[in-house]
């Protein structure tokens, strides 16, 4: 059994709002996700030091954090956690090299795993560290953020809705920020936010909060079909975010193509080179399911794929399917007894070409 990193019940009381809330998870990326005044931010800021609990207990890695029985309390700079907020807390007056420093040189020495080097590297921030933080955009503004975060050899990164004020461009490459810091460092996070396809995209595991109270907790998959979830989740918002790698550029059109898991996939043009990853937003509701190849058809992509999951929601269906990369698609209830579709089956993804976002923010690069 994998031990929790972190193993808390958090009673936190206000006027109007209560939030109380157990649970313990385990590293890699944990999603708390909930309405706006469920409680996450507050189950973040508890778990930081920077509020108060009014009972129960904090653990972190067997260490107690908190606890209302025995009245230990440590503070918010002795628990080594990395914090990112929705909107970066930067000095304006630094420039970006002495942002990133300043986080560094308060961590001692003994306790520095992260090199200032690696988290330059990390984020492509060499060609903007003279630059004053109020002359950078939302993007990277935020990609110092999490640098400077990093670079105190954080034990626990917390994000708390890192991507709200940013536009789809930018989400994306910041998404992919966030997936090299899982894969290259491994730091384990909390990520707070109130998006499925974020969540989708960076968790292993998901906690769902309501008006202050668990609704379930588990891995991604299972949790986001949970029926809890059926007035608080926008299904038809959902969007596959996905990592791609460009192959080929310039081609029919200008259109590139991109190899997404097992698949390639024709996309609009984009200014990344061959071998550059990119993040790419498809739209679940609109991929279109075939259970053959069509004989004459319009859109450029057409995808074997294997039905690994089916979910029957109120209004709608969600297959997981899989090309490499899990994809979910939405379809109706009635498309879903027509094809007859079964778990394990094989299944045609039929994809628009103008339906594949890439998410290029100007001048970013991988």
Do not use: W
Not at 88 to 107: C, D, E, Q, R
Not at 109 to 135: A, C, P, Y
Not at 227 to 242: K, Q, V
């Amino acid at each position: 059994m994998i031990s929790p990193i972190v193993d808390f019940h958090i009673v936190k009381k206000y006027p109007n709002f209560t939030l109380d809330c157990r649970a313990s998870f385990e590293s890699g990326v944990t999603a708390v996700f909930g309405a706006s005044g469920s409680g996450k931010s507050t189950l973040l800021n508890c778990i930081a030091g920077t509020v108060h609990p009014d009972e129960g207990h904090i653990n972190f890695r067997g260490r107690r954090f908190f606890s209302s029985a025995s009245g230990e309390q440590l503070p918010p700079d002795k628990r080594r956690f990395g914090y990112v907020f929705q909107h970066p807390a930067l000095f304006p007056h630094m420039n970006v090299k002495s942002n990133i420093m300043y986080g560094f040189k308060l961590t001692p020495e003994s306790q520095r795993k992260i090199r200032i080097e690696q988290v330059v590297d990390l984020f492509q921030l060499s060609d903007l560290m003279g630059r004053r933080t109020d002359n950078l955009s939302g993007g990277e503004r935020q990609r110092v953020a999490l640098a400077r975060a990093l670079a105190t050899s954080p034990d626990l990164l917390l994000l708390d809705e890192p991507l709200a004020s940013l536009d789809g461009a930018f989400r994306g490459v910041i998404i992919e920020y966030l997936k090299r810091v899982r894969r290259e460092l491994g730091t384990p996070m909390i990520y707070v936010s109130h998006s499925i396809s974020e969540v989708m995209a960076l968790a292993d595991r998901m906690l769902v909060l309501r008006n202050g109270r668990p609704v379930t907790y588990g891995n991604v998959s299972s949790a986001l079909v949970h029926p809890g979830l059926a007035d608080i989740a926008d299904y038809t918002t959902l969007e596959n975010l996905l990592e791609a790698e460009v192959m080929a550029v310039g081609g029919s059109g200008g259109l590139a193509e991109l190899r997404v898991g097992d698949a390639t996939l024709v996309a609009p043009k984009t200014h990344r080179e061959p071998g550059e990853k990119v993040m790419v937003s498809i739209r679940a509701g609109d991929i279109i399911l075939a259970g053959e190849i069509p004989a004459r058809i319009s859109a450029r992509n057409t995808i074997r794929s294997t039905i690994r999951e089916i979910h029957i929601l109120d209004s709608s269906v969600l297959i997981y399917a899989d090309i490499g990369v899990q994809v979910i698609v939405e379809i109706t209830q009635a498309s879903l007894t027509e094809l007859d579709l079964k778990v394990g089956e094989d299944i045609f993804l039929i994809i628009k070409t103008n339906s594949v976002v890439v998410l290029d923010a100007p001048g970013s690069s991988s």
